[in-house]
Structures are given as C-alpha cells and as structure tokens.
C-alpha cells in the first residue's frame, strides 16, 4: 500500500482508503441509529436521553480521538519514510498513552454526570435517563479508547480495511443485543435506556480486545512492542505536541456541543428529539467527509515522510473538491427525502415538522463542514494541528454557539434561529481555514530524512 500512496493515482488511491473507512463510519453511524430505532419504541423521552448524553460523552472521548489522529500522522510519516521501527515504537507509546487517559476520563465521566447533566439545563423527565446512560457508557471507555488506539495506528500504515471488519462486527453485535437488553427479551431483565448503554460498551469492548490482540502480533502493518510499553518522555512529548492541539481542538468542539445541547434542550423535549434524530442522519451522511479525512491524513503524511511535498500539496487540493462536491449531491438528496427519513424513527408529527425544518436549513452546510474536515486533516497529516484547532474553536464558539444563542434567544426566532446560527458555522468555518491552507506553510515532516533502501510496508 504504500508504494501506492507514494506512487499510485491520487484519487484511486484515495478511493482505495476511503472506501472501507466510509463503510466503518456508516456501520458507526447506525449504533446511533439502531439505538434510535428501539428507543423510540419506548418514549419521546428514551430517544431523548443518548441525544443529551452524546456531547458529553464525546466531549471525554475527544482526548482519545486527538491523540488517535497523532498517532496516526507519526506513524504515516515513520511508514512514508520506510521505518518500519520508528512506526512500532511510536504506535506502542500512542497505546500506553491513551489507555491512561481513557481510565481518568471513565473515572471523571462516571463522578460528574449528574452533576453535568443539571448544569445542560436536561429536561426533568429526560435526566434520571440520561444519567444512567452516561454513566454506563463512561465506565467503558478504557475499551472504547483501545478502539481508537488500532483504528489510529492501522490508518497511518494505510490499512483501513481490518478497522471495517471489526466495526461491522460490532455493530452486528450491538444490533443483536439492543432488543435483548432494551425491552427484557428472553432471559435478561428490561433494562431500558441503560440497555442500550451496555450494548454499545460491551459491543465495542469485544472489537477493542480483537485489535488489540492483531497489533500485538504484528499482523496488521505496525506491532505493540513489550519493550516500548512504559513511557518514555522524548516519544510523549512528541504525542503530546502534536496530539494536544487534536485534543484541545475536539474538547473544545465537545463542550461546545454540550452548550448547544444546552441551548437545544431550552426549547422543550420535541425540539430535542428533532435535533436528535436529525444529528443521527446527518452522522450517516458525513461518511463520505470521514473516508476523504482518513485518506487524506495517511496520503498527506506518507509522502511528507518521503520528502514528496508537490505530490502532497496534489492530493490535498485534489482530495478536497473531490470531497466538496460529493457532498453537494448528498446534501440534495437528504433535502428531498428528509420526511420519509424521519418517519422511520418516529411517528410524532411535531417532531417530524420540526426535523423536515432542520435538515432543511442545516443539510445544506454539510459541503462546507466537509471542506473544513478535509482541509483540517491535510493539516494534520503534516502534523501541523494548531490551525485547524484555532479555526474549529472560533467555528463552533465564535460562530455556532453565538449565533445559535443570538438568533434563537435574543432575537426570538426559537429553534428556526438555532438552525440558522448552526448552518453559519459552516459555512465561514470552511471558507476561512481553506483560504488558509492555500498559504501553503502546512508541508513540513515531522521524522527524519526518507529511507528509500528500505523494504516498503505491506
């Protein structure tokens, strides 16, 4: 794969690895919405409780997806410039590293959720559910982290296949359960809107133990070394500069969906069911953004690593309006097939109006969402994350969040301004950090000179 990636058709080669992850993140997409699908089953307010959870939640599991993407740019680069060591070493400090942090952010986010939940404003018939959820989901970090920690890895060597397998497997896995444990089917007890919750750690512990086992034999491209398990500081260091800016830039994306969230749930339990149900579609249809980012991520920085700066500013700009313009013809069909896709998770006719009036307004953003994840990622790929982190900060506080709350609340235009202030976002937040990628500052590497005499990477 990687004399491909160094070598082969720009967007054939991308397609190669966009494809499986595309296909990972529609298998994602539908934990959220097979958990939709039964709870909405039981009540307005089931489906409601995961919507409230999720921010917070991710807002904990933005630490592993930041440090996830810097494993997966020093990998890439090592893999680009054919050391193969360099890439163990680092992948092995990246594991240790992220199954600390996942243990203090299972221990915080079990402590705090009440307390939380209170300060988001949750609706009372919404929280005493929304607690046991995010309690339950926190208490499985560790795994989920370990999920992140080979997903990372196998993407920066170009193997974005295996991580297809094991997410299908999973959501196989969770799909079967959901029923079982939700509703009290057979032997187990009915345990509701925690079912769903315990469904979906033990679904993805069982895929987190699976990749950890194939990276401890060294079958997959890069191999968890006994040695290089303890921290060393030169390696964390590294993690840490180029992992922190991901982190902060997730957090901050996380908690700025916990205040939206917040805003949202100020408008009543229909809104926040419309806004659920139409996060969850949107989710599925951003596939297509997750596949190019993955792509261009491991594309970006195998060349940087092998000293190929032309060849990686190609795939950056190539990539993007690939990307771009996929998701134009997305967006069109989620406009005019918005009602049938909401009567399939609920028969409320309130919620619907309001969810045909959201994807209305905000499926039109989503090109330009997808011009900021693609452009963002070319930053990262070259391990330069400040960028993309300051512009994501100032997207969804400055912009989002602002402008959700000014023409929602101050100008009293209800959930309609919400709408609005969140398609905003978007639109400037793309425009601004491509008009900064085109300064062309990003090409740099972030290891040593190429090594060409070695053998390439499977």
Known sequence: ?????????????????????????????????????????????????????????????????????????????????????????????????????????????????????????????????????????????????????????????????????????????????????????????????????????????????????????????????????????????RILRVGTPNAVDHMATSLGFVVLMGLVAG????????????????????VAIWGATTALLTMVGQNLGAGQFDRAEEIAHRGIRSTVAFLCVVSVAAFLLREPLYRVFIGDSAVIAEGKRFLGIFGFSVPFFGLFAATSSVFRGAGNTVPPMVFSVARLWGLRIFSSWALGYALGLGPLGLWIGMSLSNYLGGLGLYLWLLRGTWKRRLVGEPERALVACD
């Open 267 to 286: 408008f009543g339990t229909v809104v926040v069911a419309a806004y659920g149900i139409g996060q969850r579609i949107i989710h599925f249809l951003n």
């Open 1 to 237: 794969m990687r004399e491909r990636i160094l070598e082969g058709p720009v967007l054939k080669t991308m397609l190669v690895l966009a494809w499986p992850v595309m296909v990972s993140n529609a298998l994602q997409a539908l934990y959220n919405l097979i958990d939709a699908f039964w709870l909405g089953k039981l009540s307005t307010e089931a489906l409601s409780a995961p919507t409230v959870a999720w921010p917070v939640i991710f807002t904990f599991m933005s630490l592993g997806i930041g440090f996830q993407i810097a494993g997966s740019a020093i990998v890439a680069q090592y893999t680009g410039a054919g050391d193969r060591e360099g890439a163990d070493r680092a992948g092995t400090q990246v594991f240790s590293f992220l199954f600390l942090l996942s243990a203090l952010a299972g221990a915080v986010g079990w402590g705090a959720a009440p307390a939380i939940l209170r300060l988001m404003g949750t609706p009372s018939e919404i929280y005493p559910l929304a607690v046991s959820y995010l309690r339950i989901v926190s208490a499985g970090f560790p795994l989920m982290f370990g999920t992140f920690a080979f997903t990372g890895l196998l993407m920066g060597v170009g193997d974005t296949r295996t991580p297809m397998y094991l997410m299908g497997t999973s959501v196989v896995a969770n799909a079967v359960m959901d029923p079982f444990l939700i509703f009290g089917w057979g032997p187990f007890p009915e345990l509701g809107v925690a079912g769903a919750a315990l469904a979906t750690v033990i679904s993805r512990g069982v895929a987190a133990c699976v990749g950890v086992w194939l990276l401890s034999t060294g079958k997959v491209g890069v191999r968890l070394r006994a040695r290089w398990l303890l921290p060393r500081w030169h390696e964390i260091a």
